[in-house]
């Protein structure tokens, strides 16, 4: 009606809340990049060729998922921190890199299975991490 004040009025959205059930996409993100530069030098230890190194894409999923939940783990859990710790995060590099030729000089000439690699993945834990070094990135997989 002309000369009448409307009565709507618009209503504030409340902001968004954090769904608990949601994953953190920036936690993901971070943790995606940590494990492909890992998984980046587990190739250059490996002596990546353009052959298949994974005998499966389950292996190679299995092999990531590990990686992407202890890294997950260890973001959530702050020890890992990625950003800040350069002397850690050249271990995990190292670790990652002395992986890739034990896991290849195992595999003796074949595509590696995740067996092989979680083996390898034990070697690696056990000379990286002496008894009594508690968790960590590396030593608590």
């Known amino acids: 009606m002309a000369g009448q004040k409307s009565t709507f009025q618009f ?43 994974f005998a499966t894409p389950q292996d190679y999923a299995s092999f990531s998922e590990l990686l992407m939940t202890s890294t997950v783990k260890h973001i959530t859990d702050g020890t890992l ?3 800040t710790n350069q002397p850690m995060r050249d271990q995990v590099c190292q670790a990652g890199y002395v992986h890739g030729g034990l896991a290849k000089t195992a595999a003796a000439g074949s595509p590696l299975t995740f067996q092989v690699i979680l083996t390898t993945l034990r070697q690696v834990q056990r000379t990286m991490c002496p008894p009594g070094a508690g968790g960590g990135p590396v030593c608590d997989f």
């Open 81 to 83: 921190q990625w950003d």
């Open 11 to 53: 209503v504030k959205k409340a902001p968004k809340l954090n769904d608990p059930c949601k994953p953190d996409k920036d936690l993901y993100k971070k943790a995606a990049a940590i494990v492909g530069q890992v998984m980046v030098h587990f190739g250059a230890g490996y002596g990546a060729t353009t052959a298949q190194i």
